[in-house]
Structure formats: structure tokens, C-alpha cells
């Protein structure tokens, strides 16, 4: 089969079994094109919520669609490739969280939205990389165990005046850039705007003109009269920003960045999962019930 002809097949199937694909700003390009929603993680899992369709298939990785389950518990909800694995997620467990939260009883544990569902459940609250500042500014309390981002929390901790207890957990995709790479496009390129994501390192985020979240990102880009965007992220924003704004100039820092687990999931693989139901994303009801109520708290302490 072609790649029009699987693409024909995707759109046929989804609307035969009144399925909604969400994929996230970091899939390949062809995913992207067949997706009825675009976006973060918890965003599209919010739209997953929200629109009657009983039949979610979520292209990202498994912390993503596990969250998609957690809001939409009585949803079937998929998830094309069983390798489609964020490394982040994988640098935390829930037994060496409930060890460090014995040795902090007092702390408030703030839990980055890239993590397992059964850490999730293990948490006070989750934020995403756009609300962590703002939640942990509004938690009353003075001590944080953050998790599993230690760069997100680093870049929370400029902004709060507490003590703030970091797990050493990284994006392996923002963690490889490095300062000299942004001097280094910075000079090829000194008029553009220097856009990094929060999960990079303290001294990238010392060179950047805006921190931002990927649907920050796409924000200012829109909103902003300059032309050209220097992106420190991975690639499938890229090209999101190339293809809906053609008018403007977007470079990544020195070379593309790619996140394996976001690639993971081809057409073929939508196309088996619309046609076949693979891979069921299955959670207990416990995890559910508990992962629900950190996720649900965080629009607590968000305006």
C-alpha cells in the first residue's frame, strides 16, 4: 500500500469507527497531517475529555495516552507502537519516590506530567511545563520534592523562594543542547529570536530570548512581528512552525533534534491500530482514581 493510499485507509477507518487521533507537535510530519488535533500532552488529552468520540488513538508516547485514560476513563484509548516510550518517564519509579518522601515528610510533591501513571498516583500535584512556575509559586507550602524534570525545576526555582528538592531526571533531546550551540546559531543568525524549551539546561535558557512550552512556542511565533525563530526543541515543532507559517524563518540549533520514542509510530502503525484496536492502553482503577486527583488538583492552583 502507498502512502496515499494509507493515508486514504487512516481517514476511512477513523470515520468508520468514529475514532479521534490526537498527535503530539513532535511526531513525524505524516502523523501530523492525518490527526484531527495537534498538541501538548495534557492539552490533547483535554480535547480527548471533551469531544464525544469513544475512541481515542493517541499518537505521542505512552505517558501521554495513559493520561488521555486517566481523564477519559471510560474511553478505549490506544496507543499505535508499544515502543513508543518517553526516556524521561522511564528515569522515575514509585518505590524510590515513596523512600524520598519519607525522608522529606514535610515536602509537597510536584510531578512534571511526563511520568508514569503510578507516580502520578503517587503525587501531590502535576504541572506541565507551561503552569510549573505558577503552581509551585501557589502551593503553600516552603518545600518541594520536584519530579522527574531536574531541569524544569531548576528553571522553577528562579522564580520561587523555597526550597525546592530535584529529581535528577532530563529530556535526553533538550539536555544535548548545548550553550555553545546557541552562540554558535546565534551568530550564523543574530537577528532571529532564540526560543528555548524549559527542559533544556540553565545555561541554554541564560542565552534564550523566550522559555516556552511547544504551545508557548507556537503563541509567540503568531503573535510576534519578527520573521525569524531560532527553535531549541525537537524537530516535529519544526516543522509544524515551517508548515503553518511559511512566511517565516525557522532554524533548529546546529542541527535537528530528534526524540526516538516520539518517531516511534509510522502510518502503518495508525493504520494497524485503527484496523486491528492495538495497543489497548489499560489502568487499574486505583491508579486512575488517585493519578486523577493530581492531575485534577493542578487546575487548582492555575488561573
Known sequence: MNMDDLKDEILNLKKKQNAL??????????????????????????????????????CGVRFMAEAAKIISPDKKVLLPSQNAICDMAKMIDVNTL????????????????????????????????????????NIDSEKIIFTPDKNLGSYVQRFVDKEIILWDGYCYVHQK?????????????????????PEC???????????????????VVKESSQKDFIIGTEEGLVNRLRRE????????????????????ITLQDLYTSLKSGKYEITLSKEIINKARKSLDRMLSYVG
Open 21 to 58: 487521533i490526537l498527535a503530539h507537535n513532535y511526531q513525524i510530519e505524516e502523523i501530523q497531517i492525518v490527526a484531527d488535533i495537534l498538541g501538548d500532552s495534557l492539552g490533547l488529552a483535554r480535547e480527548a475529555a471533551e469531544i464525544k468520540r469513544s475512541l481515542i488513538v493517541f
Open 98 to 137: 515513596r523512600e524520598l518522601k519519607k525522608t522529606h515528610p514535610d515536602a509537597y510533591v510536584v510531578t512534571y506530567v511526563n511520568s508514569p501513571s503510578e507516580v502520578k498516583a503517587e503525587s501531590d500535584v502535576c504541572c506541565t511545563s507551561a503552569n510549573a512556575v505558577e503552581i509551585v509559586k
Open 177 to 197: 543542547i548545548t550553550e555553545d550551540q546557541v552562540l554558535q546559531t546565534k551568530n550564523q543568525h543574530p537577528d532571529a529570536v532564540v526560543m528555548v524549551h
Open 201 to 219: 539546561n540553565p545555561k541554554v535558557i541564560d542565552l534564550a530570548d523566550e522559555v516556552q512550552s511547544t504551545g508557548g512556542m507556537l503563541t
Open 245 to 264: 507559517f511559511p512566511e517565516k524563518l525557522f532554524y533548529s540549533i546546529t542541527k535537528p533534534r530528534y526524540c526516538y520514542g516520539m518517531k516511534n
